[in-house]
């Protein structure tokens, strides 16, 4: 094993950061203050949203969001398998049934071109709520998804945990919600910006927004104009509306995450020149699939992945990491198909053989180190040793 390990991923913590953060914490407030309000008025301004609500982290946020949707257990969930098991777990645990849909083999997004067939199924009653995740970063065309829709009590919520920065086609900003209900970000340490544990959820809906609020906050609510109690209200005076939880953001996290949004351009920009220096490096290599560029001039990648056919190198995905661990680089695989975990074998029965292109795409991915502070000869050095490994002669 090498003394300077490579990780898949890693966050990038200036002097300016920890500044910001000791700052924070010497404030009286600590927790539910004027930083986390800043940095929530932060990220709907850059996003271009209305609003924003912030949570301890991006699987509180998508709880949130199914919440206030009211999903319950007539619905149906519209999204990917390839994702982290929060995505379709949010709108499972509210009791909705997961309907997985296969992917785009050039993006490992899912096709948006099978939604319709998925809501074609039929039921008796209950809606259609579609969660498309960006992922990697790379953004998935929305207002396509929003334009198939013939319920109109369909709702779409964006998990967008990979794609802080990304921008559809039009130069909107994911995050907009100008074809979506909600979006959620993430603010996990492998992300283009941390805040140790966070996420956020954007919308343009005054009502949706209040009630995430109440969500974040054990039920209560503040505003006078929105209590039940018309009398007897004093300064100070609230009320429980409902029984959620505790979800708050503290003040370290959110001068954290307002000092890393004053670099979100130049993280973006770093990281499309690292994954530039990849292709360059992996184009027309064999036995190596490199996924579509089209959008990388508008993609804030997350991800770097690779498809290996490792039948033809003679070896398994398993052999291949530890090699490569044991130079010292780090990998990952993104995602296990959310229908092959345990609980939804249970479930949902053994979903294999309905998609493809996703089994296929599991088959053969592996996720490169990609993060800030990686330098470019760090990733000459990966993709060298990389082939020695699978025996690929350039």
Same mark, same amino acid.
């Given at each position: 094993?090498?003394?300077?390990?490579?990780?898949?991923?890693?966050?990038?913590?200036?002097?300016?950061?920890?500044?910001?953060?000791?700052?924070?914490?010497?404030?009286?407030?600590?927790?539910?203050?004027?930083?986390?309000?800043?940095?929530?008025?932060?990220?709907?301004?850059?996003?271009?949203?209305?609003?924003?609500?912030?949570?301890?982290?991006?699987?509180?946020?998508?709880?949130?969001?199914?919440?206030?949707?009211?999903?319950?257990?007539?619905?149906?969930?519209?999204?990917?398998?390839?994702?982290?098991?929060?995505?379709?777990?949010?709108?499972?645990?509210?009791?909705?049934?997961?309907?997985?849909?296969?992917?785009?083999?050039?993006?490992?997004?899912?096709?948006?071109?099978?939604?319709?067939?998925?809501?074609?199924?039929?039921?008796?009653?209950?809606?259609?709520?579609?969660?498309?995740?960006?992922?990697?970063?790379?953004?998935?065309?929305?207002?396509?998804?929003?334009?198939?829709?013939?319920?109109?009590?369909?709702?779409?919520?964006?998990?967008?945990?990979?794609?802080?920065?990304?921008?559809?086609?039009?130069?909107?900003?994911?995050?907009?919600?100008?074809?979506?209900?909600?979006?959620?970000?993430?603010?996990?340490?492998?992300?283009?910006?941390?805040?140790?544990?966070?996420?956020?959820?954007?919308?343009?809906?005054?009502?949706?927004?209040?009630?995430?609020?109440?969500?974040?906050?054990?039920?209560?609510?503040?505003?006078?104009?929105?209590?039940?109690?018309?009398?007897?209200?004093?300064?100070?005076?609230?009320?429980?509306?409902? /029984?959620?939880?505790?979800?708050?953001? @503290? +003040?370290?996290?959110? #001068?954290?995450? *307002? =000092?890393?949004?004053?670099?979100? $351009?130049?993280?973006?920009?770093?990281?499309?020149?690292?994954?530039?220096?990849?292709?360059?490096?992996?184009?027309?290599?064999?036995?190596?699939?490199?996924?579509?560029?089209?959008?990388?001039?508008?993609?804030?990648?997350?991800?770097?992945?690779?498809?290996?056919?490792?039948?033809?190198?003679?070896?398994?995905?398993?052999?291949?990491?530890?090699?490569?661990?044991?130079?010292?680089?780090?990998?990952?695989?993104?995602?296990?198909?959310?229908?092959?975990?345990?609980?939804?074998?249970?479930?949902?029965?053994? /979903?294999?053989?309905?998609?493809?292109? @996703? +089994?296929?795409?599991? #088959?053969?991915? *592996? =996720?490169?180190?990609?993060?800030? $502070?990686?330098?470019?000869?760090?990733?000459?050095?990966?993709?060298?040793?990389?082939?020695?490994?699978?025996?690929?002669?350039?």
């Amino acid at each position: 094993m090498h003394d300077e390990f490579i990780p898949y991923a890693q966050q990038s913590i200036s002097e300016a950061d920890q500044r910001s953060v000791s700052e924070a914490i010497a404030n009286t407030h600590i927790t539910r203050g004027p930083l986390v309000e800043k940095f929530e008025q932060r990220i709907a301004d850059y996003c271009g949203a209305s609003y924003a609500v912030a949570f301890n982290s991006g699987s509180t946020a998508l709880l949130a969001a199914c919440h206030v949707a009211k999903i319950n257990r007539f619905d149906r969930l519209i999204s990917t398998p390839n994702t982290f098991v929060a995505t379709i777990g949010s709108a499972v645990q509210y009791g909705a049934t997961p309907i997985f849909v296969d992917l785009d083999p050039h993006t490992a997004n899912l096709d948006v071109t099978q939604i319709a067939n998925a809501m074609e199924k039929p039921h008796s009653r209950g809606r259609h709520i579609i969660m498309p995740v960006h992922f990697a970063g790379v953004p998935i065309d929305v207002s396509a998804i929003n334009n198939s829709l013939k319920d109109p009590d369909s709702i779409i919520i964006e998990d967008a945990a990979h794609a802080l920065g990304s921008c559809y086609t039009d130069g909107s900003r994911v995050g907009c919600c100008a074809n979506s209900q909600m979006t959620m970000f993430s603010f996990h340490p492998a992300k283009t910006i941390t805040t140790g544990e966070g996420g956020m959820i954007t919308t343009n809906d005054k009502n949706l927004y209040e009630a995430l609020q109440r969500f974040r906050n054990n039920g209560i609510e503040r505003t006078p104009s929105n209590f039940e109690e018309k009398k007897n209200v004093y300064s100070g005076f609230y009320e429980v509306q409902e /029984l959620t939880n505790n979800y708050n953001f @503290t +003040e370290f996290q959110a #001068a954290l995450g *307002l =000092s890393q949004m004053d670099r979100l $351009d130049v993280f973006i920009e770093k990281r499309r020149k690292l994954v530039a220096a990849y292709r360059k490096l992996l184009k027309n290599v064999p036995y190596i699939t490199l996924m579509s560029d089209v959008g990388d001039h508008r993609t804030a990648y997350h991800l770097f992945v690779i498809q290996i056919d490792y039948f033809a190198c003679k070896t398994t995905r398993e052999k291949v990491i530890l090699a490569l661990q044991m130079e010292g680089i780090g990998t990952q695989v993104h995602y296990i198909p959310v229908y092959r975990h345990p609980y939804f074998r249970r479930t949902c029965g053994d /979903l294999r053989s309905y998609f493809p292109v @996703t +089994e296929k795409y599991y #088959a053969a991915a *592996l =996720s490169l180190p990609l993060y800030y $502070d990686l330098g470019f000869e760090q990733i000459e050095m990966i993709v060298k040793k990389l082939l020695k490994i699978l025996k690929i002669k350039k």
